[in-house]
């Protein structure tokens, strides 16, 4: 197994610890207001929930980005 494998299944273990330890010490149910309704669901669902449209939001403006730059670049190209 090269040194690269090593540090990825490394990482991998670390991080996949790092998840369950954060699971087993929220699991007790909150209660989240989202407009009018009253959510109740496991503190760690929700910090994962949130995570993944923190996610999503960063994806999404990152796309957006490098869709405005493509263009520049496809302008400034054309030009030439």
Do not use: C, D
């Amino acid at each position: 197994m090269t040194t690269a494998k090593k540090i990825r299944l490394g990482s991998l273990i670390f991080i996949l610890a790092l998840v369950a330890t954060i699971i087993f010490q929220n699991r007790e149910k909150v209660t989240t207001q989202i407009l009018f309704a009253s959510i109740e669901m496991p503190q760690a669902f929700l910090l994962f929930l949130t995570f993944i449209l923190g996610a999503l939001a960063g994806f999404v403006l990152a796309y957006f980005r490098i869709s405005k730059r493509l263009k520049t670049v496809q302008k400034s190209i054309e030009k030439h």
